[in-house]
């Protein structure tokens, strides 16, 4: 019998760094001459991360229009296509940034269903120090409702072991006040403190997921009814564009105007921001900006150092505490206003703005 391939999942709150983390593991594993596949998940398609992931070079599969749990046989498919084209020792997964009671509906089923395939590692969960600060230390304004407050607090409660990541961001004294606050809220929890950014910290993490998965015979508690009013709080939005101009525009700059320009309407409308990732493209090169909150600056976390072009397309995924038309609205300003300001030809080729629906998983295990 075949090795089990080895299946990764981590998990967070939108905007932790997951996708920056997963590319770090990916080259950490390529490093060790193993071969890796990850696979990505969104409410809808036209997902940054694919995009991103596979400019790096790496072979990545996508679950689109629901979240693993509520498509664990799309998410074995993938899996199964990647494992045929690739022959991968580890398979990566990012899910939803927005979902949580992953131990009882993807891992637990997976160990069950499937575990002469594949080998289910221990469940790290990113922690978002902009939105855990607020959140943990329960004094306040904590940022999101109450329902959404509830997702972020079930990812860190279901953690095998919880990464305070973007540690890069922190002062010693946040960052203690950060790790006792998990300790003080998730008692027991293995605490990982990493940047994804600088690589600082993954060795620990990398020693947390290569160990066996820990034996859960007991689930916490999840009131769905709440689970997906908090969900349905956030706007979803995933656009793809295209630019046009006579003259070269440079990329860096254009895609951080957009994201300073949606940050300023979203303080306007007093209106949370979770996470927006924008990506523009050119057939040979690409850029990468980030909003994370909204009292974090626009990251230009992939710059192209100052490139320049007539042609590319841009790909801009929001989730924010607002209705879906309104963000969509607004969405839509920004870019026009960028566009105008360059003297580009904006054209909108794709645009979806939606409330995720209600999550139902295709399986749930049961404490025994």
Known sequence: MSQ???????????????????????????SQGKNVVIVTNDQADHLVDTH???????????????????????????MESLSQAHRPDIILAEPVGSCTDLIATIAVPMMQLLGERFEVAPYAVLLKPSHGQKILSGVGQRGFSPNAEYIFRKQLEEADVVVINRIDELDPSQRQLLETNVEKNFPERPIVAMSAKTGDGLDDLIRHIEQPAPKHNLFMEVDYDVYADGEAELGWLNATTSWQH??????????????????????????????????????????????????????????????????????????VAIAPETLESIVQRSLKQVADQTGAQLMVESIQSFRPGRPVPTHRATSS
């Open 246 to 319: 006579s003259e070269p525009i440079d990329l860096d700059q254009t895609l951080t105007a957009v994201l300073n320009d949606l940050k300023d309407q979203f303080a306007a409308a007093d209106a949370e921001v979770a996470h927006v990732k924008a990506i523009v493209q050119t057939e040979s090169d690409s850029a990468v900006a980030n909003l994370v909150s909204n009292d974090s600056d626009v990251a230009l976390s992939m710059p192209t150092g100052g490139l320049a072009a007539t042609s590319f397309r841009m790909v801009v995924n929001a989730r």
């Open 4 to 30: 089990p391939i080895r299946f990764v999942m981590l998990g967070g709150f939108l905007g932790a760094g997951k996708t920056t983390t997963l590319a770090r593991l990916a080259r950490h594993y390529q």
């Open 52 to 78: 991103l992931l596979r400019n790096q070079g790496f072979d990545v599969g996508e679950v689109a229009g629901s979240c693993f749990c509520c498509n664990f046989d799309g998410l074995v498919g993938q």
